[in-house]
Each structure stands twice: as C-alpha cells, then as structure tokens.
C-alpha cells in the first residue's frame, strides 16, 4: 500500500486508539461476567506496576488502569476464557444469520458452508482481536451481528466471484473486523435517535482508520485485511470516506466488502427485498459493477415481503418536505452568479447528484406532485421503492451537511452576504428534511 499523506483525521484516529479509557471500561465489565486475566505485568508508562501477571481482572480494575498512561495497549496483556477463535466465529456467524429469515437460502447451501468453515478454520485471529471481539459481542451486540452478518454475506460474494484464497480469506476477516473502530466511539453517540453534533460525526467518519490501526500490526492477518478495514467506505466515484479514494485506489477486498456492507444492513433492516437493487441501482457509480451483479444473483430472486407494513404518513410528508427542497434549490441556484459559481461549485454538483437520485429510478424531481400521486395509490412495490429512495437522500444530505461542515468554504467570506444567507437559509431546511 502507498503511503499516505497524514490528515487530521489521521490524527484523530491515533488519538482514539490511544485514548484507552471506553475499552478499559468495556473490557473491566468484561471481566464481572467471563475469566479476563493479566497474560504479563500491565504497566504504567512511567514505570508503575498496575496489575500482576496471572491476575483476574474485575470492574473494580477500572479507576485504577484508566488513571494512567499504559506501558502498552491494554488488550496485548490480556487473555479472555473461551477466547472467539476463528472456528467458533463460524459457530456465531450461522447463528447470527439464522436470525435473519431472509438469509436461509444462503445457510442452505452445503457447498458455500464448507468454503466458509474451510477457510476460517486456516485462519489465526490474534489474541489482541478476540478480546476486542469478545468486547464487542458483550458490550456492542448488535454491532456483533452486523459484523457476523456482513462476513456470512461477504465470504458468500468471495466464493461465487472466485476470489483467491489469499483475498477471500482477507475479505472473511476484514467483514468481521470492518466495524472495530466503532469501540472508540462513545455509544450515546450511535444511540438510535440521536442527533450527532459537528465533532461527533468527525469521530464517526475516522473509524475505518481507526480499525486500520487496531489491525494493521498483525502479520498473522491475510495480506489486505487492514486496508479492507481502512476503504470499506470509500467509493468508486471518490464521493466514500475518509480519503475520498476513487477507482483503481480502491482494493478488490474493500469493493466486496464495500458491497457486501451495505448489502448486510439492508437485510439486516429489511430483509432480503427489492431495496437492495435498488439501493445499488441509485449508486451504480459508487460501488463496482461486478460486485453489485454477484449480490443480484445471490439476492434477486427475493421479492417484497407481503407482511410489510409502509409508512404511509412518513413517505407523504418527506416526499413533500423533498418537493420543497428542490423547489427551494431551484430558486436559490438563479441566484448564484457565472463569478461565483465556481466558489460554490462543490455544492452544485452535490445537489445536482441528489437530483440525479430522484431521477435515475425513473421519479422526475421537477414533478413531485406525481410521485405523491403514485404514493397515494398505495402500490406495495412502488411504495417500497419510494421509501427507499427517501432513506438514500435522507443518508445522502446528511453527507452533504457533514462535507460542509468539514469544508465551510462554500459559505466563505468571499461570497456576497446574500448568497451566504440564502445558502445558510436552504442548508437549515436540509437539516429539518433530515432531523424529521
């Protein structure tokens, strides 16, 4: 891998990793309910033992580790009872998947379970990682599942893309462990409901590389899976984070991974419908096409579920709100004169790839009028369709408002007063759009 110029971001990240006092924790509660023992003396970095080797650990642990700077990461002087081997991931993955109805065809292919067992029984997960695991399942569940979901779909696409040993094998891990940088993230903040501030969503948007960090040390890890870890979120187009990576940047692993990510929380959300087309088909520039293909043959025979209830009220009032958004851009972009529209230029074409959303599935923006009507005639699939093009642009002006927040230029100090008042005007409606 190319080195990379460091960011803010990077730094970031290494604070995060560095900042030990979340894991502590987690790991500290850990040990009230399962064997968690000191494999060697934890020191402070200043030279005071803080545990003994062959001590186990309990809650009460906590104030006194979490006061100190740590000689060394916390999790390489730590052994957990019942330690999550590869073999019994595989265990948790089936079982995991088997909550998940829609998944029952994959499980009930003999020849993909024996590639799966097969190859994770080749792989060594080091100690360090299971206890990381082992916090996760306790202490972040349903993250657990999502990293055990996103694995079962993601070695299923390896095996029918024929990836190589080396790669599917890197791609097994790189699902479970695609998440881990999540455990630096306060979990008030990724609490359903909650608004994430400005600096919140800077910790959010930096996980990829605090995962990278976590795994990047380990030579008993397939070649590639860090870097997986690092690019699951970036994106074909260059519009991904955190590196704004495009094309051939982007690593073979982390296109599958990418995929099958999003793929996973779509079933994980909805079961395996029409969204996941869908959502594919609205992004087809964002993820590679071949991975995209695969996932329709896994997935392309399921239809929508006839038990599936749609909101009505809330497809009419943001197909409305969304109306009035556009109507509103409209208005705003005749505004914004030839000198400065090249200052504003990254916010024009992000909106204009909003509009492209609408209108690529076949709705016309300019025409919402005619999207309330098809709503209102209550058609299941048309409905489904709708909800998931509202969910697309709800995720997608949330990016917006993040990329502005992390790049205010385009409400600089070069523009006129009253074109940065009319921007500030329309991005606050984007906001209520997105907070409803």
Known sequence: MQPRPQTEQDELARQAVGENSLFVKAVTELADTHEVVASEDIFARGGTKLVSRGTRLSGQFYDRLVAHKLLKPIEQSLSVSDALDASKLVSLMHAEARRVPSLAPL?????????????????????????????????????FQHAMISSVVATALGISGQLPREELQALSLASVFHDVGELCIQPAFLAPGHQMSAEERRHLYVHPITGFLMLRDFAELPKGTANAVLQHHERIDGSGYPYRLSGDAISTVSRYLAVAEVAASLIEKHGADKRIGMKFRMNKKKYDAGVVALTSRLFGSFALQPSEKLDEVYLMTHLTQLGKLFEGWAALRKTISGADLERVSVLVERVNALQMLVIEPGFDQCRIEDILAMAGDADPEICMELTTLLDELNWQFKALLSGIERDPSVRGERLPAALRAGIDGWLAHVRQFVDQ
Do not use: C, N, W, Y
Request: net charge neutral; proline share 11%.
């Open 107 to 143: 499980l009930e292919q003999p020849e993909l379970l024996e590639q799966l067992g097969k190859h994770f029984s080749q792989l060594s997960i080091p100690g360090p990682l299971t206890l990381r695991l082992a916090v996760m399942q306790s202490d972040r569940p349903k993250l």
